[in-house]
Structure formats: C-alpha cells, structure tokens
C-alpha cells in the first residue's frame, strides 16, 4: 500500500510544480521568439499610423476653406478685365472720321485722322489702318500710306468717344520729289476691317514721297 501512494502522488507533484512554474513567467513556449515579440507593436503601431495619417490630412485641407475668398479676389479682377477684353472690334459702320488742320514744324507736317465710336457700345482698335488718297473718279493717288512708328496696345473707344492715328508727310521743297495730285477723298479701312471709310480730304498735301500712318492709339 505505501508503494501504491507514492504512484499516485508523484504525477501530482509534477502537475503542482507546472503550475507554479507558469505562475512566475510561463514555459519558455509562451513567451514565444523574441521576433515574435517585437512584431506585435510593430503591427500595433501600423494601425495607429493609418488612423493618425488620416488624421493629418484633413486638417491639411481645413485651411483652404478659409482661404477661398482670397482665391476668388483675383476672378473679380479677371472678370473685370474680361468683361473689357469682350468689346467688340470697331466696324467701319460704327465709326465717323475726321482730318485736322495740317501741323507744320521744321519741315515736317502732321495731319491727326481721328476715330469716333458713333454706336451705343464701346469697341476697339488696335493697329495700323490703311489710308489712301482718292480723286473724285475713284483711283488712287500714289500709294497707301506706309507704317510708321511701333505697334501699340489695344485701345478701347467707348459710345461718342474717339481715338486715331497721326499722317505723316513733308513740307513742299523739302526734297528733289515733287508733291502728289491733291485729293478729293481719303478713302480709310480701319485696322482689321475689310469695308472702307471715305472722308472728304481736299486739304492733304502729299510730298517728298513721304506719306505714313502711325498705328492707333487714345
């Protein structure tokens, strides 16, 4: 019988010293591999990233609201200048004309052509119009003026209000070239426009071969 009992209690034995082995720190198979361990905060520390970055994004965002009207201020300019840029192209049909008095000075003289917008919206002009002399019979008179000076910026003439262009032609005796024929008309085609303009125009005095046109300008 004493050698029955002692059977019996040594596998009790052993199962109390695995417990209590647990209780101070678990079999080695618990803890696991030292990998084992630092991979779980690692994996724990993804999640947190992913929420976090979500997180960072949109307050990156939130300052735009803020900032929407400051975007706009520069649309109003735009669509001021757009609204200015939408003037339509002066059409001969829209326009009258009239040449100044001959200005004389050191053997130059200038003749002002001007433009007046006789429509009820404004218009532009902007470059060189081609100006020729006419006699009464319709045919032309030497040649059309030729450019002079540098192309200048778009001009908007509003209702009534005019803008032109400056001939350009020498005094008699100036040079061995002789004068043209008087004219009885100018005949204007304004710059990008393929309808004509007549003017009477008896006062202009062509000589020196020299007869130009600026471009237009306010």
């Known amino acids: 019988a004493p050698m029955r009992l002692r059977h019996v209690l040594a596998p009790v034995a ?3 010293f695995t417990l209590a082995a647990a209780g101070r720190g678990g079999s080695p198979a618990s803890a696991g591999p030292p990998g084992a361990t630092a991979s779980g905060p690692a994996v724990s520390a993804q999640g947190a990233e992913s929420p976090s970055g979500s997180a960072s994004s949109a307050p990156a965002s939130d300052p735009v609201a803020p900032e929407e009207p400051a975007a706009r201020a520069p649309a109003t300019g ?3 200048a757009g ?12 326009l009258s004309m009239r040449l100044g008095r001959a200005d004389a000075g050191a053997g130059q003289i200038h003749y002002r052509l001007t433009f007046a917008n006789k429509s ?13 002399l006419i006699k009464r019979d319709g045919s032309a008179i030497g040649v059309p003026a030729e450019r002079e000076g540098a192309m200048r910026g778009r001009t908007v003439i509003g209702p009534g209000k005019t803008a032109g262009v400056t001939l350009h032609t020498l005094n008699q005796g100036i040079t061995d070239s002789g004068c043209w024929s008087r004219p009885d008309y100018l005949r204007v085609y304004p710059p990008g426009s ?3 303009l007549t003017l009477r125009a008896s006062q202009l ?3 020196g071969d020299r007869f130009t046109t600026t471009a237009v300008d306010g």
């Open 14 to 16: 052993i199962a109390s």
């Open 78 to 80: 735009s669509a001021t």
């Open 83 to 94: 609204a200015a840029s939408a003037a339509r192209r002066c059409t001969a049909d829209g």
């Open 120 to 132: 009820t919206t404004a218009c532009t002009l902007s470059g060189f119009p081609g100006v020729s």
């Open 194 to 196: 393929k309808e004509a």
């Open 205 to 207: 005095h062509i000589c």
